[in-house]
């Protein structure tokens, strides 16, 4: 990790992180407080917008009915927020890795305030999961990967939180607006897409500054594979809504099939493409990614 | 060789056109063959073809690192031993 090259940082770069911190500054609240947890949260309605879910779009979603669809909307929804869990906890390992340590002299500060943060959105998202779930789903991430080069981890950490925070925001997004939703559902979600907005905003301008850093460290050849990882990564994420485990607990036969027939039917793609839209274009633009095909895992 | 350990076999010889075979000890994550992105699939599709449950957290990666540990692992005909610490 201790790269000694500096972050080729620009006038914007600057500007963006002193606006950001300050923000972070004013927007302080405490997540302890902010929220009002009801003893229960009511079954018999949608706990996640019926758009969002992984059936909608496919002949799944006519056939299992409404009181199934509600079933899992409950379960996506614990699904949803436990992956929030498990990324935050993945992503605060690798920036606390990197805090005060050469090649990240400039973000450091900023880094205080996204540390902070991302722990109390990983506190709001696990205490959902426990008292609405009575369990958070377990982590699907397993460290089996050849090492890459250390400029090459510095870029994937950052790009891999970026994708994950815009895929998230996606869905925080539809559903603070969703007046279908009960408050509590809407409120989190609200309050953490608000939050996210300046990870955002911060993650596009630093993973764009160690792009360059990255291509003058390695081969082209290197940034190629790269950009084929990357796209893998970006399927795993969008397959890991379809969890078999989330099917089973909405009393659906043949989880893992319907994981299976999902991630093959063309129907979703459509609807996934809708999710991955901002961070697609902005890997396009910014070269990332040469084009934009994705790979079947 | 169990059905299910066949089912295993060929799902990575699917995603992997260009071997004809796996040997039972070839290291399934040194030769790249399983990583950390097609990793979930696999352990979904072992859980459904052992009928073990697996806890991810804390499965060993030696358990599935060659089909030989995953057929002791999650095939053995004495009941599944599972592999979690």
């Known amino acids: ?297 | 060789m169990a059905d299910g350990l066949q089912q295993v076999k060929n799902w990575i010889l699917e995603r992997h056109p260009e071997r004809q075979d796996i040997a039972p000890d070839l290291d399934l994550i040194e030769n790249r063959l399983i990583d950390s992105l097609s990793f979930v699939e696999f352990v979904f599709l072992l859980e459904q073809e052992s009928g073990v449950s697996i806890q991810m957290e804390t499965l060993e990666v030696d358990a599935i690192r060659t089909l030989g540990a995953i057929e002791r692992h999650f095939f053995a005909t004495s009941g599944a031993e599972v592999a979690q610490a």
């Open chain 1, 1 to 297: 990790m201790g790269v000694a090259a500096p972050l080729p940082v620009t006038d914007r770069f600057m500007e963006v992180l002193a606006r950001l911190s300050e923000r972070s500054v004013e927007d302080y609240y405490n997540p302890y407080q902010t929220f009002q947890w009801p003893e229960t949260l009511e079954e018999n309605r949608f706990w996640m917008t019926p758009e969002l879910l992984t059936v909608f779009g496919t002949e799944h979603y006519d056939r299992l009915g409404e009181e199934t669809l509600q079933r899992l909307s409950k379960w996506e929804s614990v699904n949803f927020y436990s992956l929030n869990v498990h990324g935050i906890r993945e992503l605060l390992i690798e920036v606390v890795g990197r805090i005060h340590m050469p090649g990240f002299e400039v973000p450091s500060d900023f880094f205080h305030h996204f540390i902070g943060e991302e722990n109390e959105h990983m506190w709001f998202f696990s205490e959902f999961c426990r008292r609405y779930g009575h369990k958070i789903y377990g982590s699907t991430a397993m460290r089996a990967d050849a090492a890459w080069e250390p400029e090459i981890e510095n870029f994937l950490v950052f790009t891999r939180i970026l994708f994950f925070e815009e895929l998230v925001d996606h869905y925080n997004s539809r559903m603070a607006k969703d007046t279908s939703l009960c408050h509590t559902i809407r409120e989190v979600n609200r309050i953490h897409h608000q939050d996210e907005s300046r990870h955002i905003a911060f993650g596009r301008e630093l993973v764009s500054l160690l792009y360059q850093r990255m291509c003058q460290a390695v081969s082209a050849e290197r940034v190629r594979e790269v950009e084929a990882y990357l796209k893998r990564y970006v399927v795993y994420s969008v397959n890991s809504l379809y969890n078999p485990h989330v099917y089973k607990d909405a009393g659906i036969a043949d989880p893992l099939g319907l994981r299976n027939a999902l991630i093959a039917d063309p129907a979703r793609r459509a609807h996934e493409r809708k999710a991955i839209r901002k961070p697609l274009a902005f890997f396009l633009k910014t070269g990332i990614f040469s084009d934009d095909v994705l790979p079947v895992l």
